[in-house]
């Protein structure tokens, strides 16, 4: 389930109508074990990931391209975005960035689970029981969560329009994690997707032991301790 920041309540005024999962009955169902073992502690690596402003420049070009609206055009073929076109794509881009912040990744998985949990923000479960993938439902929304391929998705169908889906897929050495976002609304007319880049990491063990006594409350030490 998700758990959403307090602040995604806000995009939700920029949909306008429902939209249907990008998740088809195939890719819900699973045949014997998992086909991709996702866990681990996984690290941003901020050198790899796409840069907010690069794509937004691109997805400036490419409504530019396609605009209904002419009257700005300076060449043939190329118009300005509409005001709306631009509000809505970085209305997008915003939410697209929020959500993408955290920069450290702990997932879980067993033979029927998934749990990837981000610290500060919000969490995926995706429970498979019986070979199927169980939705969810919340005051939020939907989310469903499916395999296409060795690829996780998870999509989180929001009310007014609002999808907000994952794309995890792990290197063939399992030391490399890419994380692919895309947010999309019925009010733009293109969705805005970011990639996020993961390294594995060893988290390492706690410096300090530490133990309760009647005498002296919380002792702690770098080393063994004998009651």
Same mark, same amino acid.
């Given at each position: 389930?998700?758990?959403?920041?307090?602040?995604?309540?806000?995009?939700?005024?920029?949909?306008?109508?429902? @939209?249907?999962?990008?998740?088809?009955?195939?890719?819900?169902?699973?045949?014997?074990?998992?086909?991709?073992?996702?866990?681990?502690?996984? !690290? %941003?690596?901020?050198? %790899?990931?796409? !840069?907010?402003?690069?794509?937004?420049?691109?997805?400036?070009?490419?409504?530019?391209?396609?605009?209904?609206? @002419?009257?700005?055009?300076?060449?043939?073929?190329?118009?300005?975005?509409?005001?709306?076109?631009?509000?809505?794509?970085?209305?997008?881009?915003?939410?697209?960035?929020?959500?993408?912040?955290?920069?450290?990744?702990?997932?879980? @998985?067993? !033979?029927?689970?998934?749990?990837? +949990? %981000?610290?500060?923000?919000?969490?995926?479960?995706?429970?498979?029981?019986?070979?199927?993938?169980?939705?969810?439902?919340?005051?939020?929304?939907? +989310?469903? /969560?499916?395999?296409?391929?060795?690829?996780?998705?998870?999509?989180?169908?929001?009310?007014?329009?609002? @999808? *907000?889906?994952?794309?995890?897929?792990?290197?063939?050495? %399992?030391?490399?994690?890419?994380?692919?976002?895309?947010?999309?609304?019925?009010?733009?007319? *293109?969705?805005?997707?970011?990639?996020?880049?993961?390294?594995?990491?060893?988290?390492?063990?706690?410096?300090?032991? /530490?133990?309760?006594?009647?005498?002296?409350?919380? *002792? /702690?030490?770098?080393? +063994?301790?004998?009651?």
């Amino acid at each position: 389930m998700f758990r959403l920041p307090g602040l995604l309540i806000l995009f939700l005024l920029i949909a306008a109508c429902s @939209q249907q999962p990008v998740i088809d009955d195939r890719m819900k169902r699973i045949d014997g074990t998992m086909p991709a073992d996702l866990s681990g502690s996984w !690290e %941003r690596n901020y050198s %790899r990931d796409d !840069e907010v402003n690069a794509v937004l420049y691109g997805l400036y070009y490419q409504l530019s391209r396609t605009s209904p609206d @002419q009257r700005y055009s300076t060449s043939p073929g190329v118009a300005m975005p509409s005001q709306n076109d631009m509000a809505s794509v970085m209305a997008l881009a915003r939410l697209a960035d929020l959500i993408t912040r955290p920069h450290v990744l702990t997932i879980s @998985q067993n !033979e029927h689970e998934i749990s990837i +949990e %981000r610290k500060d923000d919000f969490a995926i479960l995706c429970a498979f029981y019986d070979g199927v993938a169980k939705g969810t439902e919340s005051s939020y929304g939907t +989310e469903i /969560c499916g395999w296409d391929g060795e690829q996780l998705i998870s999509n989180l169908v929001l009310p007014d329009g609002l @999808q *907000v889906t994952h794309r995890l897929t792990i290197s063939v050495d %399992r030391e490399q994690l890419r994380v692919v976002t895309t947010v999309s609304s019925n009010t733009s007319r *293109v969705p805005f997707t970011l990639r996020r880049f993961y390294t594995k990491f060893e988290r390492l063990p706690p410096t300090f032991n /530490c133990i309760e006594t009647l005498s002296m409350k919380r *002792v /702690c030490s770098t080393g +063994e301790i004998v009651p």
